[in-house]
């Protein structure tokens, strides 16, 4: 079992996440490139005023030439966040809108809801989303990621971004941008390969007519997560094309959260969504999850057995030397640092509190939105 384990994990680190860190870099933004759409970036929002004072400027500083509005969306707010979007879309009335959602319809998922007015507001047929804790990582993110529409050789509906997240001192910044890391790994890779399964709502664009042939969230629209993997999901069933845009200009960058019990929230209310995936995704993603986590537990019996200690220990440090490389080749090529040394700490303990979180949805899958 342990040798099929390393197995399953070498074949997942050779034939998607190396060759997808090893690709050809994607055009750089002063390339000739196809800029001539306009397009609409909707915000979300609730209570984060000091988050839009940020992000707002940024967004507005971005250098795209065939013009853009911001759909700001002010979610119930109950700090001084519409005031703050009513100021700003008087001052730039040509550049941003202001949507206000007074109340929810009972059993919606608000963020859904709140995602679907804006939507319908924007003028533009070109969509591109991000949340009110990100900020763009160069000013010549909206560019980039408008190109991934027009991706040489093919044109796509949904464009699948990347969101890292900043450094911070300690252990848990570490394992946040470690998991971060391998997710990317996967769903970027995958969808590189031509099985797109899921992308994250800070940097993810798609069409209008993406979103009118999923039926919007309607699908999904009383579940509080998804608003992101699993639209990916319907727009995958209707035959919608995805491409990857994941080159570090083109990033959005998140503060992590900074203590255990926020993380924790964050990571059931996004795992919540994996129920809801088609068969072969979640074959794809749990074969892999499932040999990382057999591994160790093969691992840990044997290690009661003295005649398989040495063999033991030359399967398992040939295989934490190979994923350890690619991991940190994927680092660099995402730009999402991770302190090397740490690697297998850090991967054994991602495994480990992955069957706990899965346990814990198990058992309480009660979830709230902030």
């Known amino acids: 079992m342990l040798l099929a384990c390393v197995g399953v994990q070498l074949f997942y680190a050779a034939y998607f996440f190396w060759p997808f860190a090893r690709r050809a870099p994607e055009a750089p933004a002063d390339a000739p490139g196809p800029d001539a759409e306009p397009v609409s970036v909707i915000v979300c929002a609730r209570n984060e005023l000091d988050n839009l004072r940020r992000l707002l400027p940024l967004l507005l500083q971005q250098d795209y030439p065939a013009g853009f509005e911001i759909i700001l969306i002010d979610d119930r707010s109950e700090d001084d966040t519409y005031l703050y979007a009513q100021q700003l879309a008087q ?59 027009s991706a040489p050789g093919q044109s796509a509906d949904l464009v699948v971004g990347f969101s890292a997240y900043t450094e911070a001192p300690g252990f848990l910044n570490q394992l946040i941008r470690f998991e971060t890391l391998l997710t990317a790994a996967q769903y970027l890779s995958f969808a590189w390969r031509g099985w797109p399964y899921m992308g994250v709502g800070r940097n993810l664009a798609y069409t209008r007519a993406c979103f009118t042939a999923t039926k919007g969230f309607a699908s999904h629209i009383r579940q509080l997560s998804g608003d992101d993997d699993l639209l990916v999901q319907d727009a995958v069933r209707a035959g919608q094309r995805v491409t990857v845009v994941a080159d570090p200009p083109a990033h959005t960058l998140s503060e992590p959260a900074a203590t255990w019990a926020v993380w924790w929230h964050q990571k059931r209310r996004h795992l919540s969504a994996g129920r809801a995936y088609r068969f072969p995704d979640r074959l794809r993603v749990g074969t892999f999850l499932v040999a990382n986590m057999l591994f160790y537990l093969a691992a840990v019996v044997l290690v009661f057995s003295p005649n398989n200690w040495i063999p033991l220990a030359v399967v398992c440090v040939l295989r934490t030397l190979f994923v350890s490389a690619v991991y940190a080749r994927l680092s660099r090529r995402l730009a999402q640092s991770v302190t090397v040394g740490l690697l297998p700490v850090l991967d054994l303990v991602y495994f480990v509190q992955y069957l706990a979180l899965g346990i814990s949805l198990f058992l309480n899958r009660t979830l709230r939105w902030k």
């Open 91 to 149: 001052y730039y009335h040509d550049r941003v809108r202001l949507v206000s959602v007074a109340r929810t319809p009972r059993g919606f998922a608000p963020k859904k809801y709140a995602l679907t007015l804006g939507i319908k507001t924007a003028r533009y047929p070109r969509l591109l989303f991000t949340d009110a804790d990100c900020i763009p990582a160069t000013n010549q993110w909206l560019r980039l990621m408008q190109r991934g529409f």
